[in-house]
């Protein structure tokens, strides 16, 4: 599968499964919907494919300005930081071997359309940092910085250990996908991954007590499934913790772990472990959830 291609259907396969407190169709938010991520898909697979050949960070900067002109809010920033360094792996090499290389090749400049990047989708709850703040130009190189943000962020955390975040979830859908089908499958890795460390976005956000009560929440929900996804959306547990997630304000919305399910997505799909839903089982699957406002 050609980049573009791969980049477009992990994303369109991400924001069309049912997953706890996110976006998906026939379910949105005030600010923010389902045809958003469609177009950010659209956008994604048309820019962030050259990366190999413009760079990490222009690529990533490229994704964020055109998602902003385009849908006119931030919808795909921590999609971009992942997916871009993903496809600059070349494609003689698999993932785990050339991500790597890829990471430590990283440049000033990369780090410097990042920063733009970021203040561009201007994500909230972004705070200050005491070093290499983002409203500041960098000194250092894209990972470096990332390096500086990796305990308070899992993204950044993604460039200091060679993704390997996103390989176990990678192997989580793997082991699911043949058996639960392709939404169940990615509803489950979402919820192993939100089980296991506090969401970044709803740290931010929230606090830290906040989303370490929305892991322990989904810990409860991954454990009455026991590991095997059926039909997750619709354990009694899973939408105590979607009603949970959907209220308050800020949002309590996961967005860091729907991101990282994403990159999952593209791992898994790369590496051939999973063949990805095309793209008009997709649009009729988003056309069945809006007809039953998400129940399926």
Known sequence: MVPLELVRRACLTECTARKPGNVFPGVDFEDLTYSHFVAAAHVAAATLPAAAEIGVGPAVLNCVRATREECGTNVNLGIALLLAPLCTV???ESLAVGIGSVLAATTVEDACAVYEAIRVANPGGLGDAAEQD????????????????ADRDRIARQYTDAFADVQRDAEVLAGTWQR???????????????????????VRRCGR?????????????????????GRPFELKAVARLDRYLRGGSPRRNPGTTADLTCAALFWAGRERLIELPTEDELAAHAARLVRTAGRG
């Open 90 to 92: 070349p494609a003689s």
């Open 134 to 149: 983002v409203r500041d130009e960098p000194t250092v190189t894209l990972t470096e910085a990332m390096a500086l943000a």
């Open 209 to 229: 007590a906040t989303a370490e009560r929305v892991r322990l929440r989904a810990g409860e929900a991954w454990n009455r499934q026991e590991g095997v996804p």
């Open 180 to 202: 639960a089908g392709w939404e169940a499958a990615t509803g489950a890795a979402f919820l192993h991954r939100l089980a296991l460390v506090p969401d970044s976005h709803i």
